[in-house]
């Protein structure tokens, strides 16, 4: 058992009843362990796309899921009921002590007016930017976030809005169009390499 603060527990199964169980913890068999603070804006993709990017988004470590609906997002609705039980399930095969928040889909207006100004964004811009590992390199450690585009990339005022915030940090994933599943990954992974907790 494990709930995300206090480690995982061995526990003996009391009673079960219809929809419920009672258990009794015996044993802690791992401590919580510190966990980077890395949230991921993505804009919603086909179903099977979406799972693939939830569940390596999940064993990645990302703290909170955002889907992000752009101008030229194509599917603005997806079952987050359905992504919550893929993000537990990959937390469990992943041995991860936590599940990460999967927050309702927002514009991406709303969230950068509600922006905490403390947390960096790193801006995967397809039209480009500095190279991934240049525009982190010497960047602080946490908290971050890292923002995945629609699949027709995005609006050019959209970019430039994004560029004109202090928080945002530009950034390219290389020189080909990534699908958006693929461009998390990468980018996730980027920044697990360079601030995350896969430095260790």
């Known amino acids: ?62 703290s909170i899921l955002l889907p992000t609906t752009t101008r030229r997002t194509v599917v603005e609705r997806i079952n987050l009921v359905r992504l919550g039980t893929t993000a537990a399930e990959a937390a469990e095969q992943c041995r991860r002590l936590s599940v990460p928040e999967l927050r309702p889909v927002q514009s991406l207006e709303k969230v950068l007016a509600s922006w905490p100004e403390e947390r960096r964004l790193l801006f995967c811009d397809e039209a480009g930017g500095p190279p991934a590992i240049e525009a982190m390199t010497g960047q602080e450690p946490a908290p971050w976030a890292i923002l995945i585009g629609p699949e027709g990339g995005f609006d050019p005022d959209e970019s430039q809005a994004l560029r004109e915030r202090p928080f945002v940090v530009p950034m390219s994933l290389g020189p080909r169009i990534l699908r958006a599943e693929t461009a998390a990954v990468a980018a996730l992974s980027l920044w697990q390499a360079v601030l995350g907790d896969g430095r260790a």
């Open 1 to 62: 058992m494990f709930n995300g603060r206090d480690g995982e527990w061995r526990a003996r199964i009391d009673t079960i009843g219809k929809g419920w169980a009672s258990l009794q913890l015996t044993e802690q068999s791992l401590p919580q362990p510190v966990e980077p603070d890395i949230w991921l804006l993505f804009a919603p993709i086909k179903r099977g796309r979406v799972d693939f990017l939830v569940q390596k988004a999940t064993e990645l470590g990302v």
